[in-house]
């Protein structure tokens, strides 16, 4: 009963430092994504991906890396960590993308940099 | 551009009380409409949708209903618990892979 699995739950990274948010799903869901959740704000998608070895941007990617090796698995990296990049960052996947399919979320990552 | 304006938080309410929170669109095509649960330390998770005008999504005793005249979702439940505390978002699904959420309404209910 997995669902989607987002691994660390929390992190505290200095200025300049570099980090990995893992993520991985076991629905054998085709399309996954990566959000951020500031405070007092909705979501906003940083890159999405439509199956494996394709991914591209969504509304704010700048400062963001990332890479779809397999069907289960979409890490978010970040390489020069800014204030700015402090927030909950949420993946998300979904069977297809149209109208009736609901994404489905991970628990979230809270990173702060410092 | 296509966007999602929720009822700003947050929302207090008593045990059993009435509850409805706004949620506007604007959507230059035929938007899905979602409305997602996030309790405390958790993701969000699918309450209900509505595809297409006049559909009403319902779950849990909480139902909305798709009016395109008033480019509503309005998300309503009769009678509302401890339990049902959380933060509520409205969600609007234009094409794909473009899925744009409100800010979110945190609703806190008391014994």
């Known amino acids: 009963n997995a669902g989607v699995t987002q691994t660390p739950k929390f992190r505290i990274l200095k200025i300049g430092q570099s980090m990995t948010l893992q993520c991985t799903q076991d629905?054998?869901?085709?399309?996954m994504y990566w959000y951020r959740q500031d405070p007092g704000m909705g979501l906003k998608l940083i890159y999405y991906?439509?199956?494996?070895?394709?991914?591209d941007k969504g509304e704010v990617p700048n400062g963001y890396n990332v890479s779809r090796s397999t069907t289960e698995d979409f890490p978010l990296r970040l390489e020069l960590a800014a204030p700015s990049q402090t927030s909950v960052y949420f993946c998300?996947?979904?069977?297809?993308?149209?109208?009736?399919?609901?994404?489905?979320f991970g628990d979230g990552t809270r990173l702060s940099i410092l | 551009g296509d966007s999602v304006t929720q009822m700003e938080g947050p929302v207090t309410l008593s045990e059993e009380a009435f509850l409805t929170i706004n949620c506007t669109y604007t959507a230059t095509g035929y938007p899905s409409l979602f409305w997602y649960v996030q309790y405390p330390g958790e993701g969000l998770q699918l309450l209900l949708k509505a595809t297409k005008a006049d559909d009403k999504g319902s779950n849990k005793g909480f139902e909305a209903t798709y009016r395109k005249e008033t480019t509503s979702f309005h998300l309503e439940k009769g009678s509302v618990q401890v339990s049902d505390s959380a933060v509520y978002f409205c969600?609007?699904?234009?094409?794909?892979?473009?899925?744009?959420f409100g800010a979110g309404t945190r609703l806190t209910v008391k014994p």
């Open positions: 998300a996947s979904s069977l297809d993308s149209d109208r009736y399919q609901p994404q489905h």
């Open positions: 991906s439509v199956g494996a070895g394709i991914t």
């Open positions: 629905m054998n869901h085709n399309y």
């Open positions: 969600a609007l699904w234009v094409n794909n892979n473009d899925m744009r």
